[in-house]
Structures are given as structure tokens and as C-alpha cells.
């Protein structure tokens, strides 16, 4: 699992920093996580390869976790994009991408396929074989979803000496990873823990922004991996989160500590602030695995 | 007169290209032009005030064109802007930024006005006491304006020898200034000719981007000081230019001639040369002041 933050700063884009987006690595599946305006040439300066993002989650409307949305479907249509593109985002988003398009007079050859999303309750909005990707529900001055990413529990390891000794063919190494015994030509039942490990366990990442404090969401994401939660201010500015429903970075420590995850990663920061240190400082004090996200970095998790 | 370009290359923004954006400014007065995606951070970076903007012009629809206004108007609500803002461009602007601010449930304090444009003739769109603003009706493959901006005839310049030498008194300058003859108090008449010298001539810019050759533009454009004119691509690949209604730097050289202009600029390359040098030598074929539009460059013209 492997993550690359293209932007996490909050408001308006800078020079030196850019608004919220990022990719997500999972089972050699890219899924696009919120698209600040500049999000196409983050994309570029992190070598991410534009063909193989088929996924695009979008957790509210405020420009800087979409403005860059519309400008990344009118890439794709200029690079000769085939494959289906499917945006996830709150119900609007295909007014908004689509009245641009027409105005545009300009229509992707590849289909646009959207989920709008209006649920308040938690939903499964993406499922295949390996991933599952489900809503956080999250409080913000506009609807916004967290999303919640899971590998699905892999195959079991094949035991090569143990298959090597009782003489095993190839054939059966499916059924082996499948979790099956093993009948053999002299009629022995030789059980499935004896010729296979357990599987790697299976990892998750929580996307939580933008988001008011709320200790609701902590059964959804309860043990996950990672969890990355907004932190726009710090303690010193609470009256400030609470006013614009953003959280501080000591109260996505409380978050992480309830919810038994194993990383916390901090992001959406206030720019009034001269480092983002800072943030970590302040969240360690809850708790300790804190990790800074800052624009163009790459955190993988194995 | 001084033009900053912010980016003037075609289709999609890259790591080291920006879309179509330039700022004009004219006896003090800023004007953007265009507004492809990144134009607020290209702003910023040639440190231009954003407060001193108070009028968009918006060429057509395409997203290397207007791709990064919301997230301009955007900015400007949270940087507490309270200023108006005027914005001239096509029908259905309009119902573009509405829709996004309605969405990101965000609404300025300072008051937007829309002039959207319909008009297959050439109209003043902008008018005050220096400066006067008409569109020049462009043929592309949506509705497209360029704009040709004009300083009015300034006031005459005071010559001050002369005023000092008939002991004229300072309440009378602005009297000369406006042309008038001056009666002095032996009742002789002195003719303004002998008081102040002629105003400045007064300086003219066309932005004609994106059009394919048309030569009906001309008279529009006649004499003006400065063309900015799109040449996307080379005569080697004219037939390009034909299909995707844009031009070479070859046809924009002989528009440049016909309207007898003094001062050509090229822009708007696409990306698929190794460098804009050649655009130069193409149009110089034809015309000899031509100089190369790049982001971040600016001209002063005086």
C-alpha cells in the first residue's frame, strides 16, 4: 500500500503549496482521492501515470478538493483516454463537470461514469475483487465523505517445501491458496495448514477531510492501518475549527487514539502557520504514531 | 503600456507550461485576459496584486482558457476581497461560477458582475475615462472574443517655460491641459498651440486568441500598437491548424502586415515542438517585429 500526497495545505493554492489531493496505491490499484485545482500537474511532477487511474473519490465541494477535477477529465480527453473514468462525489458533481463540458462544446470519446452520492449513513461505493471502498460520513459546512479503503483478506501463501515433500502437482497450487485440503493418490487427507500460510493481513486507509471533530466516525474506521485526518489549526486556534468545522491536531489524535489505528497521518493545514512540525508536536502528546503529510511526499506501508 | 504573460501555451498544463492567461496594464489599470488553470498561482509568482484586478476578460469556453477563474473568484472571497469584480465573456459563464459557489455553498461578500457576450459583431464592452475595451469577434470552434484594448487621447502636456514666461496663473493649467486657448488679462489671447504640447499618442493592444486565419479581423485591428495573436502551430502542419480552427505563425505574420501593427507577439504554441524559436523565424518570414510571448515574461511598451 503505498500512498503519494500531491497536495495537503488548506484554501487557496500557493506557490510553494498546493490544496488537497492524493493517490492511493492498493492491490496495484490507483484511486484518486480529492482533486485541488493543479491536481493534473501534481500528477506530472510525481510521475503518476494519468492512464492507470480509473477511480476519482471526491469528498465535498469546496474548490480545494475539486477545482482541479474538471480540468483533469479535459486532460484525459486530449491524451486519447479509452477506459472508463468513475468519479465518486456528492450529488451536483456531474452538473457541475457536465455543464463545463458542454459549454466546452468538448465530449471524452471514454465514459464518464458518475456516483452521486447523497447517503448519510456509511456505504459500500466501490467493490472488486482485491479493494473495498466505503463512505465515512463526515460533518462539514457542506455534505463531505471520508473514504474508507480496504484490501480484502488475500490468498493463503503456498508452503513450497511442504508441497515440494508430499509430491504435490502444480495443479492444485490454486486450490491450495483457496484454503482447500489436499486429497493424495494413496488416499491421504493432508490438511490445508500444512501446505499454505496465512495470508499477509489485509491493510486499510481512512480519509478523513474536511471534517468538524466528531467522535462518531470512530466505529467506522476502528483499527485501520492508516488513518489520515484533516488538521487545519492548532489547539490555540479551537474557537476557529469549531466556527469553520475543521479539527485541530490534537483532536485528530483523540480520533486515531479511539479508534486503535495504527498510523496517523496530518494534513489540511492552516497556511497562518510557519511549519507543519508544529502539528505533529501538538498531536503526540495524544498519541504517538503521528506522520506529517506535506506536498509531493510518498509514505508506504508494508 | 506593460503585458505579463502568464502562460501562453495550448491544450494542457504541464510542469513547466501554463495555459492562456496575461495580464494587460493600461494608464494604471490591471486587466487579466484569459484564465486557464493555475492563472492564481501564476499570479502570485510574477507578483501581481490581486486586489488591483477588477476586470476579467474571458477569450471562449475551452479550459485552457477559463479553467482557473472559480478557483480566482474563489481566492478573492477569501482574501476578503470587497471590490467588484467584472467578468466579460461568452453566455454561459455565468451559470458556471453560479453553480460551483452554489455547490461549495460559498458566496462573496464583493459584488460579481457577469457581462456575458453574445454578439457575432464588434462591441465596446468597457469604457471609462482612459481607457475603452471592444471585442473583436474571433472564429474558433466555440463562440470566441478577442479584445482590443485602446487608451483614450490623454490630456495635452503643459508647456511649462511658456506658462511661466506669459505668468499664467496655476488655476488655468487644467484649462490648457484640455486644449483651450487662454485670454490673459491685457485681453490678448493666447493660442493653446503656444502653452502645451501634444498628449501621447495613445497606445492600443489586441489579444486575438484562439481564431483561425481570418482576415476579417483586420480592420478591427488596423495600426494598433500591439497584436497578441495565437500561431498553435507551424505551416508544416497547417492542415492541423485548419481542422482545430486555430493558426500558424505564418498566418498570424500576415494578419500582423495587413493591419499594419507595430509590434507582433506569438503565442498560444501546442507542445509538440522542441522549442518556440521556430515559431519566430516562421512569422519573420513575413513580418519583422515579432517577438515570442513565454510564461512569465513581460513587455513594456512605450
Redesign the interface.
Known amino acids: 500500500m503505498n500512498l503519494t500526497v500531491l497536495g495537503c495545505y488548506a484554501?487557496?493554492?500557493?506557490?510553494i503549496t498546493n490544496p488537497t489531493s492524493q493517490v492511493l496505491e492498493m492491490q496495484n490499484r490507483l484511486f484518486l482521492i480529492d482533486c485541488g485545482?493543479?491536481t493534473?500537474?501534481q500528477l506530472?511532477?510525481n510521475k503518476i501515470k494519468f492512464s492507470k487511474i480509473n477511480h476519482i473519490f471526491i469528498s465535498h465541494?469546496?474548490?480545494d478538493h475539486c477545482?482541479?477535477l474538471?480540468?483533469l477529465v479535459?486532460?484525459f480527453m486530449?491524451?486519447n483516454r479509452e477506459n472508463d473514468l468513475h468519479i465518486y462525489g456528492?450529488e451536483?458533481i456531474k452538473?457541475?463537470i457536465k455543464?463545463?463540458l458542454r459549454?466546452?462544446?468538448?465530449w471524452p470519446v471514454y465514459k464518464l461514469i458518475f456516483h452521486e452520492l447523497t447517503s448519510l449513513e456509511s456505504e459500500v461505493i466501490f467493490e472488486d475483487k482485491k479493494v473495498i471502498v466505503k463512505t465515512i460520513p463526515l460533518k462539514h459546512?457542506?455534505y463531505t465523505n471520508g473514504f474508507l479503503f480496504q484490501e480484502k483478506i488475500g490468498e493463503r501463501k503456498l508452503n513450497i517445501n511442504a508441497v515440494q515433500e508430499y509430491e504435490i502437482d502444480k495443479c492444485y497450487f490454486q486450490n491450495i491458496k483457496n484454503g482447500n485440503d489436499i486429497t493424495l493418490e494413496d488416499g491421504r487427507i493432508i490438511p490445508n495448514s500444512k501446505l499454505s500460510f496465512d495470508a499477509l493481513p489485509p491493510k486499510s486507509y481512512a480519509f478523513c477531510s474536511d471534517t468538524i471533530f466528531d467522535e462518531t466516525i470512530v466505529p467506522l474506521i476502528q483499527d485501520v492501518d492508516v488513518l489520515y485526518h484533516e488538521s487545519t489549526f492548532l489547539e490555540s486556534e479551537a474557537h476557529l475549527s469549531g466556527k469553520t468545522m475543521h479539527s485541530t491536531a490534537k483532536q485528530a489524535a483523540i480520533i486515531a487514539l479511539k479508534a486503535n489505528v495504527k498510523q496517523l497521518i496530518l494534513g489540511h493545514y492552516s497556511t497562518r502557520y510557519p511549519s507543519i512540525e508544529i502539528f505533529q508536536e501538538e498531536a503526540q502528546t495524544i498519541f504517538a504514531n503521528v506522520l506529517l503529510a506535506d506536498d509531493g511526499k510518498s509514505f508506504t506501508f508494508e
Not at 484554501?11 to 506557490?15: E, K
Not at 459549454?103 to 468538448?106: A, G, Q, R, V
Open positions: 484554501a487557496t493554492p500557493r506557490t485545482e493543479g493534473q500537474v506530472r511532477k465541494l469546496h474548490g477545482y482541479g474538471i480540468g479535459s486532460t486530449l491524451l456528492p451536483g452538473e457541475i455543464l463545463q459549454l466546452s462544446n468538448s459546512r457542506v
